[in-house]
C-alpha cells in the first residue's frame, strides 16, 4: 500500500506560480511512476504531469507545458508540482496519483492509489 498526501494549494491571481507537494509514505517509491492529476468543476479527470520515480523521465500535458515542472526527492519521498504562470482555466483540485507499472500513463484508470486532492483556485 502506498499512501499519498498532497498540500500547497490555494487561492491566487493569474500569473502568480505555487508550488504542490505529494508526500508518499508506506512504500518505497522506486519502482513507481507518480503523476498529477485535475479535475473541475463538472469536468472529467485530467492529466497534468508524470515523472518515472527511477529515471526522473517526466511527461506533460500540452496546456501546462513550459509553465509547470514535476520533480522528485528522493530523500523525502515527495514529489513537488511547481506551477507557474497560472491562469483562471487552472483552477481544479489537484490529485497525486501512483501508478505501479512505473509507466509514462495518462490515463488515470491506469493508477493504483490516490491522494485526496488539494484545491487551486486562480483569479483573473
Known amino acids: 500500500q502506498v499512501q499519498l498526501v498532497e498540500s500547497g494549494g490555494g487561492l491566487v491571481q493569474a500569473g502568480a506560480s505555487l508550488r504542490l507537494s505529494c508526500a508518499a509514505s508506506?512504500?518505497?517509491?522506486?519502482?513507481?511512476?507518480i503523476a498529477w492529476f485535475r479535475q473541475a468543476p463538472g469536468k472529467e479527470r485530467e492529466f497534468v504531469a508524470v515523472i518515472t520515480w527511477s529515471s526522473g523521465n517526466t511527461y506533460y500535458a500540452d496546456s501546462v507545458k513550459g509553465r509547470f515542472s514535476i520533480t522528485r526527492d528522493n530523500a523525502k519521498n515527495t514529489v513537488y508540482l511547481q506551477m507557474n504562470s497560472l491562469k483562471p482555466e487552472d483552477t481544479a483540485d489537484y490529485y497525486c496519483?501512483?501508478?505501479?507499472?512505473?509507466?509514462?500513463?495518462?490515463?488515470?484508470?491506469?493508477?493504483?492509489?490516490w491522494g485526496q486532492g488539494t484545491q487551486v483556485t486562480v483569479s483573473s
Open positions: 508506506g512504500r518505497t517509491l522506486s519502482n513507481y511512476a
Open positions: 496519483a501512483a501508478d505501479r507499472a512505473a509507466f509514462i500513463a495518462t490515463d488515470p484508470n491506469e493508477y493504483d492509489y
